[in-house]
């Protein structure tokens, strides 16, 4: 599926918006990485950010963190644009990713 977080670009890094080559990275990994491919819920990082310590999103929590909120939020949203409310829109989120990162 199409990632469907805002100003997400390949080759573009998402963090800190360096130009050249990025990594796919998918916002809730392990056991729920296939639902954010099924979802839309990745970025591109450059590989520093995405997988580099010390703030690269596989070794920081402040970085995952980060991206778990901008995930759940781009979910919410176009859960209402598709005509959900926003109580809705969170109960499913939390239902299928198991917490509320907001």
Known sequence: MKGC????EKGYCYRCGKAG???????FGGPNR???EKYGLTVHLCHACHNEP????????DTADWLHRIGQ???EVNRNKEGMTWEEARE???KIFGRNYL
């Not at 977080?5 to 997400?8: A, P």
């Not at 080559?21 to 916002?27: A, G």
Request: charged content about 30%; hydrophobic content about 30%; proline content about 4%.
């Open 5 to 8: 977080i805002d100003s997400d």
């Open 21 to 27: 080559k990025t990594e796919r990275h998918h916002i």
């Open 34 to 36: 296939k639902l954010s």
């Open 54 to 61: 010390p703030s690269g999103a596989h070794f920081s929590k």
């Open 73 to 75: 939020r781009a979910f």
């Open 92 to 94: 499913e989120f939390v």
